[in-house]
């Protein structure tokens, strides 16, 4: 996959998942290939109530120039303890910041995690942790809602009702009940420093995340794919692109690259190396655009961005996220 012909940039990729000590050296090849200089590692809690937080911080330790890491909450000592749940929760964002962590993971917005713990983001349990990360100013990506498919019995792909994704049961929150909480959250802390992944499940209604960003002026979304983001940009492109200018300031560039694909050796390479092709395509790009050979891709559309626009979008906005002080960027 070529990509030399896309801009040369210090492009930073806001979302990457590093689960895999071993594929530290595919995930750097990757990085290289992709033209990125740094990935931010976002961390997710597992399970058995361990995190994924440690491996991401051997990779900070070998190659400190190369990532950002955004940590997950532990919940274990949180959850046995409800009575000081709330306080034990906020004082992770001060021991995750002294471990040399530059933000939060949240992956609690997605129903199926939100399901697995059943207390409302806007709740007591989270009340104390969304005064901190206020206060000290620390960024969070926020996974909040799904795409629309999987709350829909016709249409849900048998890929996410193979992966726990399948939310047709009435027994998961809706997306709009998970938006009112985070709306009643901005409310309380307007001044959070948070980045909604996957442009917050709003590709389809351009109108309604105009509204939302409108409405709290500190928040990005992220572009890391879900179903297809980029399909519903290229329907209507010159809308697309209007929504890229006007937000220019409010958008990160993100691929969502897995080591649980890169663990699938040559094809799971591929695939990400063409995801990343993509998506620059389209946001580079002007107009139909010629694929790659190995692809079958139609009906993409480029949204033929400025380079000023495009540095904010592949990094500026990002450090603007990441530093605690304002940062001397010139876009
Ligand atoms: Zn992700």
């Known amino acids: 996959m070529d990509f030399s012909g896309f801009v040369s940039m210090p492009v930073t990729d806001g979302h990457v998942h590093f689960i895999h000590p071993d594929s530290m050296d595919a995930m750097l090849a990757v990085l290289d290939q992709t033209g990125c200089a740094r ?10 109530g361990t995190t994924g937080n440690r491996t991401a911080l051997t990779f900070k330790e070998r190659h400190p120039d190369r990532v950002y890491l955004s940590g997950a909450l532990e919940y274990g000592p949180a959850l046995a303890n409800l009575a000081h749940g709330p306080e034990m ?7 995750l ?17 939100r399901k697995l713990l059943p207390y409302p983001l806007d709740g007591p349990l989270y009340a104390e942790l969304w005064a901190m990360l206020e206060q ?23 890929w996410a009702r193979r992966s726990g994704w399948d ?19 901005l409310a309380r802390h307007p001044r959070l420093k948070l980045t909604f992944a996957h442009f917050y499940f709003l590709s389809r209604d351009l109108e309604r995340a105009a ?15 879900h179903v297809d983001i980029y399909r519903d940009f290229s329907r209507e492109p010159a809308r697309a692109r209007d929504f890229f200018l006007r937000y220019q300031d409010r958008l990160i560039y993100g691929t969502d690259l897995d080591t649980r694909v890169l663990q699938r050796g040559e094809t ?7 995801l990343a092709w993509l998506m620059r395509a389209i ?7 010629d694929v790659p050979a190995n692809t079958n891709w139609k009906n993409y559309h480029g949204l033929g961005l400025p380079h000023a626009v495009l540095r904010k979008i592949y990094y500026a906005n990002f450090v603007r996220m990441y530093s605690t002080i304002a940062p001397s960027i010139t876009c």
């Open 39 to 48: 990935a931010n590692l976002v961390c997710l809690p597992n399970p058995d």
């Open 89 to 95: 929760l906020a004082r992770q964002v001060l021991a």
């Open 97 to 113: 910041k002294a471990q040399g962590f530059d933000g939060l993971k949240l992956i609690e917005g997605k129903p199926q995690v």
């Open 136 to 158: 000290e100013q620390f960024p969070v990506v926020f996974h909040v809602a799904d795409p629309d498919e999987f709350w829909d019995p016709a249409s849900c792909p048998d």
């Open 167 to 185: 939310y047709t049961d009435g027994s998961y929150p809706t997306k709009e009940a998970l938006y009112t909480e985070v709306e009643r959250i």
């Open 211 to 225: 509204q939302f960003l409108d409405a709290h002026p500190t928040v990005c979304f992220d572009l890391a794919p």
């Open 268 to 274: 799971g390479t591929q695939f990400v190396l063409n």
């Open 283 to 289: 946001l580079e790009k002007d107009g139909v655009f």
